[in-house]
């Protein structure tokens, strides 16, 4: 379930199938088009992505990249990380290590005016 950690930074906390379709696709819906807030999606709970968790994710990244809006990416495990590293989307989305660093990452960027 996702929820306000701030008024302008929406988190995550995701788990294996079935709720991780179910939850990317909530906070999809969640962000409109006009996305106000920053997202960090926390991969603790998750052993496995597949191709459709791939697709949900370049989408919520697109909306989000098209309102101005940053995205981060944390706590994967090695099996989940080398997915993305196949598939090279690990040049595509932000990582960090734990949703500590990918908060503070995200607030500082908002104070200094980057991703507002």
Not at 60 to 87: A, E, I, P, Y
Request: with cysteine; proline share 3%; aromatic share 6%.
């Amino acid at each position: 379930m996702a929820s306000d950690w701030s008024d302008n930074i929406l988190i995550s906390e995701l788990s294996d199938e079935p709720a991780l379709s179910e939850e990317l696709s909530a906070v999809y819906d969640r962000l409109s088009p006009r996305a106000t807030k920053h997202l960090v999606l926390n991969f603790s709970g998750v052993t496995y992505v597949s191709s459709s968790h791939l697709a949900l994710l370049l989408r919520l990244r697109k909306r989000l990249v098209d309102s101005g809006r940053s995205m981060v990416l944390c706590s994967m495990s090695d099996q989940v990380w080398s997915v993305f590293m196949l598939t090279g989307l690990d040049r595509v989305f932000r990582t960090a290590q734990d949703p500590m660093t990918a908060l503070a990452t995200l607030q500082l960027e908002s104070e200094q005016g980057l991703g507002d």
